[in-house]
């Protein structure tokens, strides 16, 4: 990386370009397509940045008017959006030994019961954070606790580096220890007041957060619905259908519920803004009612290898799908890692992965899923400039399958299998540097 004049790059010049690879999509690739029109590779050219938005792509290099950055030969993609993970969880990732449920009684519940404690919570979101960007990740939907001020200080540190975050604090009021539930009426107190002070600020949106079906009462669901149907432009999180005893579980507490996902449907908890994270056992109806309401699934691969969960039917999904680590039972902040282990997981089922539908799943199809589409996921005039520089290999082994590659997908996928945070050369949100 170098300098191309003789103006200093400062933290956040108005108008700047960028040199370097640029890659993405203009339309959703099809499902074992490795040659997608939907691609849009323009190698060796530059990004125009004014004002923290992208204004210009274009092959001639700007005019000295522009401060310039050289990331020629690396490879310029979108930040990429991590629909579904879990800030106070980076203490327990690789935690050994467990399935879902075990797992959150011997780690989750512990590591979050220290969150009530504001400063705990502020640091823990400063790490957070922060480790997100360091593995590209620009913008994410966030589960913080149960604790009002977890979800404050997600927001205050989001709002501080300039990142596009929804997060809402978590509704928890029963099947849980001391220190770690809430109660209805208190819980609907705290989500209006973060709704009115955070919601729609800045890039902050709040997300209706149910933990799952189990730790929520009737009554508390029942609230968490009101909440969304009183205002379509929040967010809903939640999981379903991660684990096979979980959905026994939930079969067992709601047995009126014609499926797992029937009981956030009966409530009004699904609509075009709500990411559901797993999906693993649905069925076909709820298939379809996934396409009716709009919603989406998240897929955490790297999530539902590490637990033994199962694995995602992601051909047979006719709705949305994002893609998600889920940390802490995934064992990794980084995107391209998870997307290693998205191939992986279909694989197994008989299934071939293309690079380019992981990527989309990560960064266009991830906004739009979210409705975010005019501003993140891309890298067209008018979105906001949230990008990352990669090198397309790090250490021999990659370097040597970098240097036989004869086409685009064939790189980009040895890259996609290949690279972690350490491929990252530079972070971008809202055209500010964060390393």
């Known amino acids: 990386m170098s300098f191309t004049n003789q103006e200093k790059f400062v933290d956040h010049p108005r108008r700047w370009a960028l040199r370097g690879d640029l890659l993405d999509f203009t339309a959703a690739p099809a499902w074992g397509d490795t040659t997608p029109a939907a691609v849009r590779f323009d190698p060796d050219h530059w990004l125009l940045i004014e004002d923290g938005r992208i204004v210009g792509r ?81 913008a994410a939907v966030v589960f913080p606790t149960v604790h009002k001020v977890s979800a404050e200080a997600l927001f205050e ?22 220190g770690l539930r809430d109660d209805v009426a208190q819980a609907e107190r705290d989500c209006i007041d973060l709704i009115d002070r955070y919601h729609g600020q800045g890039r902050l949106g709040y997300a209706v957060t149910v933990r799952f079906a189990p730790t929520s009462t009737p009554e508390q669901l029942a609230m968490a619905g009101a909440l969304c149907r009183a205002d379509a432009s929040l967010y809903m999180q939640t999981h379903v259908a991660e684990n096979r005893a979980e959905v026994a579980w939930v079969g067992e507490l709601f047995p009126q519920a014609r499926s797992y996902l029937d009981v956030y449907d009966a409530v009004g908890l699904l609509h075009p803004r709500a990411v559901l994270a797993h999906g693993i056992y649905l069925d076909d109806a709820d298939r379809r009612v996934m396409v009716e309401r709009g919603a989406q699934i998240a897929h955490c691969p790297s999530s539902n290898l590490f ?129």
């Not at 509704?171 to 849980?176: I, N, S, V």
Request: aromatic share 8%.
């Open 58 to 138: 274009q092959a001639e290099t700007p005019d000295d008017s522009w401060v310039r950055k050289d990331h020629a030969g690396q490879l310029v993609l979108p930040g990429f959006i991590d629909t579904h993970v879990h800030c106070p969880q980076l203490e327990v990732i690789a935690s050994y030994g467990t399935e879902l449920l075990d797992w959150l009684q011997r780690y989750t519940f512990p590591a979050e019961r220290a969150f009530a404690d504001p400063a705990r919570s502020r640091a823990g979101a400063e790490v957070f954070l922060d480790a997100l960007l360091a593995s590209g990740t620009t």
């Open 307 to 435: 637990l033994g969960s199962g694995l995602f039917d992601w051909p047979g999904a006719p709705f949305a799908v994002s893609l998600a680590s889920d940390v802490g039972g995934g064992t990794t902040l980084s995107l391209p890692r998870n997307m290693g282990d998205a191939y992986k997981v279909q694989a197994l089922r008989g299934e071939r992965l293309t690079a380019w539908a992981a990527l989309h799943a990560a960064t266009r199809g991830a906004a739009q899923a979210l409705q975010l589409g005019h501003e993140i996921g891309g890298l067209s005039v008018g979105q906001v400039a949230d990008l990352c520089v990669w090198d397309w290999a790090v250490g021999p082994v990659a370097q040597a399958r970098d240097a036989v590659v004869r086409e685009l997908h064939e790189r980009v996928f040895a890259w996609m299998t290949l690279a972690d945070e350490r491929n990252l050369a530079a972070c971008y949100v809202a055209g500010r540097p964060q390393r």
């Open 157 to 178: 540190s989001a709002a501080a580096r300039g990142m596009r975050l929804i997060t809402g604090k978590v509704l928890m009021d029963r099947h849980a220890p001391d």
